[in-house]
């Protein structure tokens, strides 16, 4: 079935309905709600303005899991469908790409698993670093393994067939506009083993023929070729089981190369050496592939739009997606922090050329859960509104950080040393404001100032 040139853009909405029998889901992922139906419809009644020209609401739902069976899918397929044209919402799916596969106890024979070195060890589990304790979930997979593409194939043939059955309906009803499209990932990369904190990938290696005898000129890059291999094996898959090109759109994470340098700089002990094994080696390059519109997580963090938006231009600024994120990074989330302006985030987005925003945190917990605050706010809602009547968004840039230099670092651990001392002897008096002022800026990444401070500081360490 083809489809015609997509111009229409979605503000979507992330609705958790993968199934909950394996642990592995019940720990990473929030339950999924009592009826999708309801959500959709709370969603609506809450957001839901006449929209102008090339502008839809929509749900997305998913993960899309290997966890999930083949009925299960079918069946969430076409209700939410169904669901699309009951209440006028668009409708989209997320698949799981290669996360949460435990009912498949095949992939868990040798040679379907990441190993920790070439001699074929397997990995203890694949970590998950969503918040600041880790994760374990089920190992990682050998992304080129003739098993793992095997049913790569055929859960997207699957998927396919039923989404064609959906847009049947749609397109029987005039209603060709209220499908989304599907992403192919939830946020695709070789993650790290659990128990080591080691970079994985050494199966998928050796099927590329390296070896330990053998291995790549730059194991980081080879890594990355793998992921991207990956990523269009999948929108592939689903292009050729019938889903447009048009609407599949891949979904990758990665940290700015700018905030990689500040963690460089300022915590050398606890960074990755280089900036791919510090990414697992998922730079923004590996999103795009012949099949699909490239997809990325962009929760706020400063640099990453710069970069991003570099990519694109690299690729001819094609259409592209958030396929998850919302106005609020995962780590201020986790300390209660507050979120950032819901407009001014889709304002970064939208107005540089992204067709889907997909938002997360809508009905996920309670109501005191932080992803949830941001994204059903008023504030929030009425930035939903005014995207959907095409009226202007304001922006609200995260720019590059600025790096420290190089002395900064060792000038704050002598001022670290030699402070309580100078406080025993001297009191506080005179060193506190200077010491509030060197904490403030340190915070704001001010590190210019900061580094002034210092140098008024470091001479009463003495």
Request: hydrophobic content about 40%.
């Amino acid at each position: 079935m083809r489809a015609a040139q997509e111009t229409t853009r979605y503000l979507a909405f992330q609705i958790f309905t993968g199934g909950i029998d394996s642990a592995e889901l019940r720990q990473s992922l929030p339950q999924s709600p009592d009826s999708l139906l309801k959500t959709v419809e709370d969603i609506r009644g809450r957001v839901y303005v006449p929209a102008a020209a090339g502008r839809r609401l929509g749900f997305i739902a998913g993960p899309l899991s290997f966890d999930n069976t083949d009925e299960e899918i079918r069946k969430l397929i076409a209700a939410s469908f169904t669901i699309a044209l009951q209440t006028d919402v668009a409708v989209g799916f997320h698949i799981d790409d290669s996360m949460f596969w435990g009912r498949l106890k095949s992939l868990s024979l040798p040679g379907n698993v990441e190993w920790l070195d070439w001699s074929g060890k397997p990995g203890t589990g694949r970590r998950l670093d969503w918040s600041s304790k880790p994760l374990k979930i089920m190992p990682q997979l050998c992304l080129n393994s003739r098993g793992v593409t095997e049913e790569v194939r055929k859960r997207a043939a699957l998927i396919g067939d039923e989404v064609q059955k959906g847009l049947r309906k749609l397109h029987d009803a005039g209603r060709d506009d209220i499908f989304i499209g599907v992403i192919a990932g939830w946020e695709t990369q070789i993650g790290r083993d659990f128990a080591t904190g080691k970079p994985l990938g050494y199966c998928a290696l050796t099927n590329k023929g390296f070896s330990a005898t053998h291995p790549p000129a730059d194991f980081e890059r080879a890594r990355s070729e793998i992921v991207r291999e990956f990523v269009a094996l999948w929108a592939q898959s689903l292009a050729e089981a019938g889903i447009p090109k048009d609407k599949i759109y891949s979904h990758i994470a990665f940290m700015s190369e700018s905030q990689y340098r500040l963690a460089r700089r300022v915590r050398p002990d606890q960074t990755a050496a280089s900036y791919l094994e510090a990414i697992n080696a998922t730079p923004p390059e590996v999103a795009f592939s012949p099949f699909n519109h490239p997809g990325f997580s962009t929760y706020p963090q400063p640099g990453h739009l710069e970069q991003l938006r570099d990519e694109l231009a690299k690729h001819g600024n094609p259409p592209w997606a958030s396929s998850e994120g919302t106005a609020i990074d995962p780590a201020v989330a986790e300390q209660s922090g507050p979120g950032r302006n819901m407009e001014g985030y889709l304002g970064n987005l939208f107005n540089h050329g992204a067709r889907l925003v997909n938002i997360f945190g809508w009905g996920v917990g309670d109501q005191g859960n932080p992803f949830r605050k941001v994204a059903e706010e008023d504030a929030s809602v009425a930035a939903y509104r005014k995207f959907l009547k095409a009226e202007v968004l304001q922006e609200d840039p995260m720019p590059a950080p600025e790096i420290p230099s190089a002395a900064l670092p060792e000038k704050m651990r002598i001022i670290e040393r030699g402070l309580p001392a100078y406080v025993d002897k001297n009191g506080p008096a005179r060193v506190a404001s200077l010491m509030q002022r060197l904490d403030e800026q340190i915070k704001q990444q001010r590190f210019a100032e900061a580094e002034k401070t210092a140098d008024e500081v470091l001479p009463m360490m003495k």
